[in-house]
């Protein structure tokens, strides 16, 4: 079968047609929204603090509910939570969307939205993530996660710039409304899904089954030490967001030309979907890692020669092999991590992976004002690269395999 017929059949799978238009919905909304909210909270107050504000308290409770997010999915069912976090997603933003156009929204008002917003967020991310294997055969899993990844890398292109418009015509309020119908929309497009319930756990309490999860993450070796790694690379890769905005600026690139920078990675990423329909990822983690070591690629040409041909081609490059392992490592998680314990697996990697963000965001201006800022980018892309290469140490990383499922069946 050619890669558009794998990807034909997998849409063909009922419960996975109705989550793939689901998260389109979703994903469309969500993208506009990054645009819609900040233009809605700079209506209310035009302090660049007050945007931060009402950020940090979605992101906030992201962190601090993701355990929990994953307990619950284990415990009450993958759609069911999606269903419900939709519905509280949407009318949160409804609620925002309503003060915003009436005039009488308080900065307060948005922060405690926002922070419901973001539980919404840290609750649904690991059903999210855990789900796939419940909708398609396993021998689907790549051209189904191919597809949801093909999906996101376009809404990313677009989105931003149908919220920009709708903005500028209808008005941030209204921009934000759309987002919030988008999540009731999502939620009643999940109801035909049918997938069966968890199977009952002898666990009494929260506590224990988070328990559960964690003996289960720290003896599963290749799984801590990729959660570990990237707890570090996430904070150098603010290095990028943070300091490459300021070569571009004070060099030749200039502010369009770190945008084209941006979107090189984009396309990078969306064209490299496409090659993943067509090429199996056997060994998942070993690609998947060898792959990410390129993402350090833009920080070291920002280091050494900030040229905008170079930066962009580096981009490119970097776009492509993050994809490689975005689906490597969730072909790993879903074919590996028994189904019961999957959501739990998927919150401890985003909380191991998320947290140290913000060091790295607090850390990398002032080294840069102190050591150089081309000086900082690069080490943070060599550290970068050598810690990628160096996961490939453990033989739990470099050896792991996908799961013969014709094996599996017989």
């Known amino acids: 079968m050619t890669a558009r017929g794998d990807a034909l059949a997998t849409l063909r799978e009922p419960n996975f047609r109705f ?3 689901s998260r389109l919905v979703n994903g469309a909304g969500s993208t506009m929204a990054s645009v819609a909210l900040a233009f809605a909270v700079l209506e209310v107050s035009h302090s660049p ?3 931060g504000i009402v950020l940090a308290a979605e992101s ?6 993701l355990l929990v997010g994953g307990v619950i999915a284990d415990r009450f069912g993958r759609t069911l939570v999606l269903q419900v976090c939709n519905v509280s997603a949407g009318l949160t933003q409804l609620a925002v969307a309503g003060l915003v156009i009436s005039g009488v929204a308080q900065l307060w008002q948005l922060v405690v939205l926002s922070a419901l917003s973001g539980t919404a967020m840290a609750i649904s991310f690991p059903a999210l ?5 419940q909708l398609v055969p396993r021998d689907k899993l790549q051209p189904a996660n191919v597809l949801m990844s093909m999906q996101r890398g376009t809404l990313n292109v677009i989105g931003p710039t149908i919220g920009g418009v709708l903005v500028v015509t209808v008005g941030a309020g209204w921009a934000v409304a759309v987002d919030g119908l988008t999540y009731l929309f999502a939620a009643a497009l999940l109801l035909p899904v049918k997938i069966p319930p968890p199977p009952r756990t002898d666990q009494a309490s929260m506590v224990g089954e988070l328990r559960e999860g964690w003996r289960y993450f720290r003896s599963t070796t290749w799984l801590w030490l990729i959660v570990v790694a990237f707890g570090v690379l996430n904070a150098l890769h603010s290095g990028f967001n943070t300091l490459g905005p300021v070569v571009a600026v004070t060099t030749d690139i200039g502010e369009a030309g770190w945008g084209l920078i941006l979107s090189a990675g984009a396309v990078g990423l969306l064209v490299t979907t496409v090659v993943m329909l067509r090429v199996p990822l056997n060994r998942p983690l070993l690609w998947g890692m060898l792959g990410c070591a390129f993402f350090g690629l833009p920080m070291l040409v920002l280091g050494l020669q900030p040229n905008l041909v170079a930066v962009m081609v580096a981009s490119f490059v970097s776009g492509a092999g993050i994809e490689v392992f975005s689906l490597g490592w969730n072909l790993a998680m879903q074919e590996h991590v028994p189904d019961e314990m999957l959501s739990r697996a998927y919150s401890y990697d985003a909380l191991g992976s998320f947290v140290a963000i913000p060091v790295g965001q607090l850390a990398v201006g002032p080294l840069g004002a102190a050591f150089g800022v081309q000086e900082v980018l690069l080490i943070c892309g060599v550290a970068y690269t050598v810690i ?12 792991l395999q996908r799961v013969d499922h014709a094996a599996t069946a017989g």
């Open 19 to 21: 989550y793939f238009f």
């Open 60 to 65: 906030i409770p992201l962190v601090l509910f």
């Open 388 to 399: 990628c290469l160096a996961t490939l140490g453990s033989r739990s990383v470099r050896d």
């Open 49 to 51: 603090t007050a945007l």
């Open 129 to 133: 993530a855990s789900v796939m294997p």
